[in-house]
């Protein structure tokens, strides 16, 4: 079952600019995590933030999460063509003990050199 | 070593065929899933094997049988499949196996492209 729903769906920009991506999930978590995944490849970790942390950096990537609105927005800063993936957001199952991540529905990001 | 390996990369079987998908970690991880993805959509969870046991089936049909011979290796074996189980299958592993959070980032292979005809 999907944890929550990310937007945009898609997301097309030119590279150099910033690319900013939302997540909305349902139950309450004990951490979010970010994957990015190029075309019809594995996911690769990004970034995994608490869930009594409000903002997390790791070089270009900036992420910030709202327990009480259960959402999450991944920022990407100067964009380059290389970015150009899907990104997911990823929840734990708190509430149910699932020790397995729930995926959002992801953003297609798509950087135009 | 912080590869997840999966093989083989693509499998073609027809409807009547037996086929197995491979998962190899030498992370020490000692949880290990299956996810399933269709195009364009999110990886969904299958199996779940925590310390070598199955701790989550996702109501899977029985046409999919993991294994977890070892604390490495797991294992999906398929047999009877339908078109519709075309699909990208996912490996990974975790470290975090033992409490009842994931806190700790998933490693994923590079899938499995199956194509059923």
């Known amino acids: 079952s999907q944890q929550g729903e990310e937007d945009p769906q898609a997301l097309s920009i030119q590279e150099g600019e910033n690319a900013t991506m939302n997540c909305s999930y349902k139950t309450s978590i004990n951490n979010l995590q970010w994957y990015r995944q190029n075309s019809g490849r594995g996911l690769v970790h990004l970034i995994l933030?608490?869930?009594?942390?409000r903002e997390k950096h790791s070089g270009r990537l900036r992420v910030t999460l709202d327990t009480s609105k259960k959402s999450s927005s991944l920022l990407i800063t100067a964009s380059r063509a290389a970015d150009t993936a899907s990104y997911f957001c990823a929840t734990d199952g708190m509430d149910t003990g699932r020790r397995a991540l729930t995926f959002g529905s992801g953003t297609r990001l798509q950087v135009q050199p | 070593d912080t590869e997840v390996t999966q093989t083989p990369k693509h499998l073609v079987m027809g409807m009547t065929n037996k086929k197995s998908l491979k998962c190899e970690q030498h992370?020490?991880?000692?949880?290990m899933y299956w996810y399933k993805q269709k195009a364009k959509k999110p990886p969904e969870l299958m199996f779940v094997y925590s310390y070598e046991k199955l701790s989550i089936n996702e109501s899977v049909p029985s046409r999919f049988s993991p294994e977890c011979p070892n604390s490495s290796l797991l294992n999906l074996h398929l047999h009877a499949l339908q078109p519709e189980d075309s699909a990208l299958y996912l490996c990974?592993?975790?470290?975090?196996?033992?409490?009842?959070?994931?806190?700790?980032?998933?490693?994923f292979g590079q899938g499995t492209r199956l194509t059923v005809v």
């Open positions: 933030i608490r869930s009594n942390e």
């Open positions: 992370m020490g991880h000692r949880a």
């Open positions: 990974a592993s975790s470290q975090d196996a033992g409490t009842g959070a994931v806190n700790t980032e998933a490693f």
